[in-house]
Nanobody, 122 residues
Framework: QVQVVESGGGLVQAGGSLRLSCTASGLIANDYAMAWFRQAPGKKRERVATIDSDGTTSYRDSVKGRFTISQDNAKNTLYLQMNSLKPEDTAIYYC????????????????WGQGTQVTVSS
């Protein structure tokens, strides 16, 4: 049984940093495309960053240069290092995983975590 569990959210002041973690069990992370999504109150879920099974990464424009997605295959864990946080980064952040890259990109991944709240105060 596959489980995906996020952690690391919290409250931080603008300009601060947080590192989110996503631990996957029941799958080999190296075989999967994985991604971070977020959803703010009253807004649609949006893709934040992705990492393909070959290690290729991508970011939405608003987080480029501030966020870094990475993966520790030995620990089956995905990370999102978030620096220079802004109030508009406030959202619930979700981890997603799927063997098929396009399903992750489209937000239709088979496996999702329960989310972790990130709140950035001004």
């Amino acid at each position: 049984q596959v489980q995906v569990v996020e952690s690391g959210g919290g409250l931080v002041q603008a300009g601060g940093s947080l590192r989110l973690s996503c631990t996957a069990s029941g799958l080999i992370a190296n075989d999967y495309a994985m991604a971070w999504f977020r959803q703010a109150p009253g807004k649609k879920r949006e893709r934040v960053a992705t990492i393909d099974s070959d290690g290729t990464t991508s970011y939405r424009d608003s987080v480029k240069g501030r966020f870094t997605i990475s993966q520790d295959n030995a620990k089956n864990t995905l990370y999102l290092q978030m620096n220079s946080l802004k109030p508009e980064d406030t959202a619930i952040y979700y981890c997603a995983a799927d063997r098929t890259k396009w399903k992750v990109w489209l937000g239709d991944a088979d496996y999702w975590g329960q989310g972790t709240q990130v709140t950035v105060s001004s």
